[in-house]
């Protein structure tokens, strides 16, 4: 797949990503249909306080990515520790994706984009609005319910769900 000028076009799908969610993966199955080569960036965001180590993040997107069907490109997981639009920059990526779930993430990701257009023009973003089945999940939320035993099958794969019951086991 290239664009119609003929270019090899570059996705990076940015996040912290503790945990993937399966609202996440329905964003990466979009957004792989819209590029040629997509890079999921794992950020290294300790003001977030994650709970899963970068590499711990990176194998379960990894993992979750080998048994996703109908990707629509090559889709790659890197961490990252530097500015958005500079991770960006390095990968070749022509835009970065961010998911929409409500009006309350429109505000923040409205200043983000408008800075990251400052300091890289070049870089489109595109804004993909959540499925109605996931405009709700949050990994925030799905830390908590399953912090306090609750069923969050729904909303994380297996792997997922394994990986967030031995955290909370400890």
Not at 75 to 100: H, N
Request: hydrophobic share 40%; proline share 3%.
């Amino acid at each position: 797949m290239t664009s119609n000028n003929g270019k090899y076009l570059v996705g990076v799908y940015p996040g912290t990503f503790d945990p993937v969610t399966k609202g996440h993966l329905h964003l990466i199955r979009r957004a792989s249909r819209m590029v040629d080569r997509l890079v999921i960036g794992v950020a290294n965001n300790a003001r977030k306080g994650p709970i899963f180590s970068m590499e711990e993040r990176v194998e379960m997107i990894e993992n979750d990515l080998k048994n996703m069907n109908e990707k629509g490109c090559d889709i790659e997981v890197k961490s990252f520790d530097k500015l958005l639009v500079q991770f960006a920059a390095d990968e070749k990526a022509s835009c970065i994706f961010r998911g929409l779930r409500a009006v309350s993430d429109f505000e923040y990701e409205f200043q983000m984009t408008g800075m990251n257009a400052k300091l890289d023009p070049d870089i489109e973003t595109v804004f993909l609005m959540a499925a109605d089945k996931w405009q709700f999940v949050s990994a925030s939320f799905v830390k908590e319910i399953s912090s306090m035993g609750g069923d969050i099958s729904e909303f994380v794969t297996p792997h997922v769900q394994s990986k967030l019951e031995d955290k909370f086991k400890k």
